[in-house]
């Protein structure tokens, strides 16, 4: 880019291409972000939701801010109920497959503007570069 910098200055012709693929790496770029983006919860649990059975001790986010001894009582709790422990596997594997689903998608809508964008600039330069070679277009 630093380099189209101080061409763009002498060549006016190469503002729409360079544009262009400035615009399909900044789109690129945002998907990138949003499928590594982490969704953060609060990290904690109280003990009245473990007797409760209603938080999911799989998932990482739901304890990463608690102390190791409340983390392991409340996993012990949870190995005692084996439809507690069973269910918060499913769920636990369920969401992952959700989360992972809605992350390739960003991943897939990246490369394919990536890709496609990559393709339609090179294109935009080259026609550029051969109109500005066979007219009068001021360089």
């Keep these: 880019m630093s380099v189209?910098?101080?061409?763009?200055?002498?060549?006016?012709y190469l503002i729409l291409p360079t544009i262009l693929l400035l615009s399909i790496s900044v789109a690129s770029i945002v998907f990138a972000v949003l499928t590594t983006k982490p969704k953060v919860s609060k990290g904690t649990f109280t003990t009245e939701q473990i007797t409760r059975r209603e938080v999911n001790l799989m998932f990482f986010g739901n304890f990463h801010r608690m102390d190791l001894d409340k983390y392991e009582?409340?996993?012990?709790?949870?190995?005692?109920?084996?439809?507690?422990?069973?269910?918060?596997m499913t769920k636990d594997i369920y969401f992952l497959g959700k989360v992972l689903a809605l992350k390739y998608r960003y991943l897939n809508?990246?490369?394919?503007?990536?890709?496609?964008?990559?393709?339609?600039?090179?294109i935009a330069f080259a026609v550029s570069f051969f109109l500005a070679a066979h007219t009068s277009y001021p360089q």
């Design 109 to 122: 809508i990246g490369y394919r503007i990536f890709m496609y964008g990559l393709i339609v600039s090179i």
């Design 4 to 12: 189209l910098a101080k061409k763009i200055i002498d060549a006016t």
């Design 73 to 88: 009582w409340a996993v012990q709790e949870m190995m005692y109920d084996k439809e507690y422990l069973y269910k918060s």
